[in-house]
């Protein structure tokens, strides 16, 4: 007997515009209209109890929301969860659950402020739950499926083309041909793309368990737990890492790639999940 979908929350459709356009002057003094990536305060309330602001560009408030109440165990599923609605009028974000968040008091007291640009937090209790995330023992990446991403996600139109100042996370699939990128998000912190993500695998009722997850950023702790909390077995950055990450993905048998550009990368972890 199959469990039921879970039911969808009711959502709001409040995507910013990406970048805005200004004026700057070079070195030969000419003016020079100018993309740069936006910037905006977002405060999230659940049943309308003030939890957190979130600097983030905008492109996905609604999938943010959840993957950030996913990532950091405030709720289980998205069963729990009954409505997200965004107001950019007031810069807010009101969550309404369909019973309340479990031990809010005891998980919103302890936060731990991560190495994440701008606000990445890490609520009390994560660490003491990684030993309970099971990756797949059955997995493998090649070097040609990460070649394939490599390039995949080079050619992706991205704001950081346009305007720099934003971090990119892409969750990608091997295919018989190379790599497909399923999702591509881009914001003003990692810690939000990868948030942004995890709501949207969510909504979508997406399995993490043959899928790779792809960083701009570097390889931290928060990194490596939000990506092994998704199920996704494959950590791939063209950036380095910290020592709390590299210990954690060994503790979880994720397979962790860094420096990966071109056609070099360093493989941090995981090797026995790599084929050559």
Known sequence: MTN???RRPLLSAASRPLTVTIPAVNELGVSVPTSIAGEHPLTLYVDKREIVTLMTLGAAPEALTIGWLRNQRLVKSLDEIASVQV??????????????LHNADERLGTRTVTTGCGQGTVFGGLMDE??????????????ATLYALMDAVRHHESIYKQAGAVHGCALAQATPDGCEVLMFVEDVGRHNAVDAIAGRMWLDGLDGGDKIFYTTGRLTSEMVIKTAQMGIPFLVSRSGLTKMGWDIAGRLGLTMIG????????????AEHFTR
């Not at 420096?259 to 995981?270: C, N, P, V, W």
Request: charged share 25%; hydrophobic share 35%; glycine share 6%.
């Open 130 to 143: 990684i030993d309970d995330i099971c990756l797949p023992a059955e997995r493998s990446l090649s070097q």
């Open 87 to 100: 107001d950019w009028e007031v810069d807010a974000v009101s969550v309404t659950t369909r019973d309340g």
């Open 4 to 6: 039921p979908p879970p």
């Open 259 to 270: 420096r990966a550009q071109g056609k070099h990368y360093l493989l941090f972890s995981g």
